[in-house]
């Protein structure tokens, strides 16, 4: 596979992401790292070469050591927002997320070995909806109580925000 799809252009960034959910007992796993004080959700950025439906089998097996499924797509998400780690530090992203449900078996017990692009070591998180962690994406509080099988688009524009 190719580079992670993420291309500089002007000051910002445009990137492809996907994220799983992975959900069990009324609750979803989420991703955290030792660095940043919020949890994302599994998933990372599309390869160039690979399809949405290849990628989130790969991050949700990096992330997990489980090679799990796709149910079915369940969300576009299109964001604007500003990065917050080292390398894109106060940079404007443009991302676009392809979220998947994923089919989960019974026995699964995710293990997590997994590091972010910055060397901090990732965490998994079971969390409800009304955790009061912070957590992104932000509509996963209110769309996963009500899980649906088609597919939702949502926008997010932080820079309306500064």
């Known amino acids: 596979m190719g580079s992670d ?12 992401r ?3 959910i992975i959900m069990k007992d009324n609750k979803f796993l989420m991703a955290g790292n030792e660095r940043q004080d919020y ?6 950025r599309v390869k160039f070469g690979e399809t949405a439906e290849s990628a989130i089998i790969r991050e949700v097996y990096e992330e997990t050591g489980v090679k799990l499924e796709v149910d079915h797509l ?3 998400h299109e964001a604007y927002f500003y990065g917050d780690d080292p390398i894109k530090e106060n940079k404007l992203i443009y991302e676009i ?4 449900y994923m089919k989960i078996p019974n026995e699964f017990e995710p293990k997590c070995e997994s590091f ?7 965490r998994l998180i079971w969390v409800t909806a009304d955790s009061k962690i912070k957590y992104y994406p932000e509509f996963f509080r209110t769309e996963l109580n009500n899980p649906s099988d088609g597919v939702k688009y949502i926008v997010v524009d932080e820079r309306k925000k500064n």
């Not at 799809?5 to 492809?16: E, F, K, P, S, Y």
């Not at 949890?39 to 990372?44: E, N």
């Not at 997320?97 to 998947?100: E, L, N, Q, R, V």
């Not at 972010?116 to 990732?122: A, I, V, Y």
């Open 5 to 16: 799809c993420t291309v500089a252009i002007d000051d910002g960034l445009i990137n492809i």
């Open 18 to 20: 996907v994220g799983a």
């Open 39 to 44: 949890l994302y959700s599994v998933g990372g």
């Open 74 to 76: 369940g969300f576009i």
């Open 97 to 100: 997320s392809f979220y998947f």
């Open 116 to 122: 972010t692009e910055d060397g901090s070591k990732e």
